[in-house]
């Protein structure tokens, strides 16, 4: 079973604001953290956001603060990241993450760390201009 599901991609319009989601079929999503990448064309995979297990605390890439936003909702076993003001550059294939490590051990002054134990396939999303 694939542990870790994203959906949500496709062409959107600069400007505007969408929404990612992923689910977790494979694993008992509460017990998670959970992590959004993403990895644009000719570039390595960078870390937009995580979220502890209770979703109270939330971190952001260095150069992601403003635009993203990460949630999620333990009841619906259900990770969301909502982007807004989107700009081509945006355009990447974003991945969801998921870790049993508390949040405090997947983030730096760096960033969001990449070691998460599951990833999903990702998904593409594409900002038109």
């Known amino acids: 079973q694939v542990p870790v599901v994203e959906s949500g991609g496709g062409l959107v319009q600069a400007g505007g604001s969408h929404r990612l989601s992923c689910t977790a079929p494979?694993?008992?999503?509460?017990?998670?953290?959970m992590g959004w990448f993403r990895q644009a064309p000719g570039q390595e995979r960078e870390g937009v956001a995580a979220?502890?297990?209770?979703?109270?605390?939330?971190y952001y890439g260095n150069s992601m603060k403003g635009r993203f936003t990460i949630s999620r909702d333990n009841a619906k076993r259900t990770l969301y990241l909502q982007i807004h003001d989107l700009k081509p550059e945006d355009t990447a294939i974003y991945y969801c993450?998921?870790?049993?490590?508390?949040?405090?051990?997947?983030?730096?002054?760096?960033?969001?760390?990449?070691?998460?134990?599951?990833w999903g396939q990702g998904t593409q999303v594409t900002v038109s201009s």
């Open positions: 993450a998921a870790d049993e490590k508390p949040v405090g051990w997947l983030v730096d002054g760096l960033g969001i760390r990449d070691d998460f134990a599951y």
């Open positions: 979220i502890s297990r209770s979703g109270l605390s939330a």
């Open positions: 494979g694993l008992t999503f509460e017990n998670y953290t």
